[in-house]
């Protein structure tokens, strides 16, 4: 399997593992739950993560819960299918590029630092765009993975236009009431061990607003998915504990 995969290109192996999706799609067919984003019809959302958490994974698409839902928010509260938009997309989402990719009414950028789906390999911490170039900055599960969140954020802030919309999303760890950061955890090791992945720099607390608005935003935190009855929750597969932090440009500017 490693052989194969180093000797094929990375498009090729993308759409094989497309073809596998879809061919798992058709088996798991049936009508107990949507996927908004691939708009397929399931018996079931599969178990996916390493705590396996139930009614999470797209068995086509392979979207997760904060995948259907922040796609939701866009299509009713941002209308990302109509507005004319210039779009960020941090560390973006295969099925999500591509859904935005075909959007005639945007002009949409995607960037990663290492990724080879994404359109612009960049580092967060030093965007290569000029200040106030988009509207709309899409970073979802990335502020844990970068090692100045700070740096980060102030770029972030920079390049979005002043009445422009950047949505985040993080996984908070509820139990902590301020991120956890330990500074002794220099190795891929150390962070697996305080953090729980090896590229994790912190774990996010019920602090995460605070620390984003600490840096020239005005944070608005939006349980996206109590929009939605509990019936209609689990026929999208959303889960209650995602939210969607909306972070706008304060006018009194950063620190």
């Known amino acids: 399997m490693f052989l194969l995969k180093a000797l094929l290109p990375v498009q090729t192996r993308l759409r094989l593992r497309s073809y596998s999706w879809w061919a798992r799609g058709w088996f798991y067919r049936g009508k107990e739950v949507y996927c908004p984003l691939c708009q397929g019809s399931f018996q079931k959302f599969l178990a996916f993560g390493v705590e396996k958490r139930p009614h999470a994974l797209c068995p086509k698409c392979h979207t997760l819960e904060r995948h259907r839902l922040l796609w939701l928010y866009l299509q009713e509260q941002v209308q990302i299918e109509h507005q004319p938009l210039a779009v960020l997309h941090m560390a973006p989402e295969p099925v999500l590029q591509e859904k935005l990719k ?93 953090h729980g992945q090896a590229d994790r720099f912190r774990k996010y607390g019920l602090d995460f607003a605070h620390r984003v608005s600490a840096q020239g935003f005005s944070v608005e935190s939006v349980e996206y998915a109590k929009t939605r009855t509990p019936q209609e929750q689990r026929h999208l597969g959303l889960a209650q504990q995602e939210i969607i932090f909306v972070a706008t440009p304060s006018p009194h500017g950063a620190p």
Request: glycine residues 2%; proline residues 9%.
């Open 102 to 194: 075909r959007l005639p009414n945007l002009q949409y950028r995607s960037a990663d630092l290492t990724s080879p789906l994404a359109m612009d390999q960049v580092d967060i911490q030093a965007l290569p765009y000029p200040d106030a170039s988009f509207d709309l900055i899409l970073c979802s599960h990335v502020l844990a993975h970068v090692p100045d969140e700070t740096k980060a954020l102030q770029e972030l802030r920079r390049v979005l236009t002043p009445q422009g919309k950047l949505l985040l999303q993080a996984r908070i760890f509820t139990d902590l009431p301020l991120t956890l950061e330990e500074a002794q955890a220099t190795t891929p090791q150390q962070r697996l061990q305080a």
